[in-house]
């Protein structure tokens, strides 16, 4: 793959192909690559989910209307916290959100749903919406629970939410791991 005229080399998958067509076909989506965090790791990252489009760039932009929260993503996928300290993991290709432990009691169900994950395969939830706080600003959340297991090792880790495409639907997000930030940009 060709980053910025790079060449960058792209590890073979370690999950086997049976297992991710399941995901394929349940998504409605095929792909070619997953970029982990060797690649993102070196570059910043624009995401604009509403325009459907990802800048790549070795500077990342700075503009006033940026908020920029810490993030770091040296031993994994990228990890900030919500105004209130509670972790999450920025996992861009979540359609709906995860809640780790305990759901918000101001939360309400709205459904049911199924998701996948590369991690965990199928997985089908109940669906709620709340809300989180972030940069100072308060987005609306569409999340579900991930299986038993999944769930308790993550509370381990002290993670309270996987947050992916309610992030993007309200915010430009720029990735800029060099940096340790992740900035925040209301979509207008």
């Known amino acids: 793959m060709r980053v910025l005229g790079l060449q960058v080399p792209l590890k073979p998958s370690p999950l086997s192909r049976p297992f991710v067509e399941e995901g394929f076909e349940m998504m409605g989506v095929r792909f070619d ?3 982990g965090m060797n690649l993102l790791g070196g570059f910043i990252w624009t995401i604009d989910h509403g325009t459907h489009t990802v800048l790549v760039a070795t500077s990342a932009p700075e503009a006033e209307d940026i ?3 810490p993030v770091d993503a040296e031993d994994g996928p990228p990890i900030s916290h919500l105004d209130d300290g509670t972790r999450f993991i920025l996992d861009t290709g979540a359609n709906i959100s995860y809640k780790i ?3 918000p009691q101001t939360a309400k169900v709205i459904g049911e749903t199924e998701d996948w994950s590369l991690m965990w395969g199928k997985i089908t939830t ?3 919406e709340s809300t989180v706080q972030i940069g100072g600003h308060r987005i609306p959340v ?7 297991v999944a769930d308790s090792r993550l509370a381990w880790m002290d993670t309270g939410w996987i947050l992916g495409a309610d992030l993007l639907r309200k915010f430009i997000v720029t990735l800029d791991i060099p940096k340790g930030r992740l900035g925040l940009k209301v979509r207008s």
């Open 67 to 69: 908020r920029w929260v």
């Open 126 to 128: 109940a669906l709620w």
């Open 33 to 35: 690559a997953l970029l």
């Open 101 to 103: 432990g305990p759901v």
């Open 142 to 148: 569409r999340f579900g629970k991930l299986p038993p």
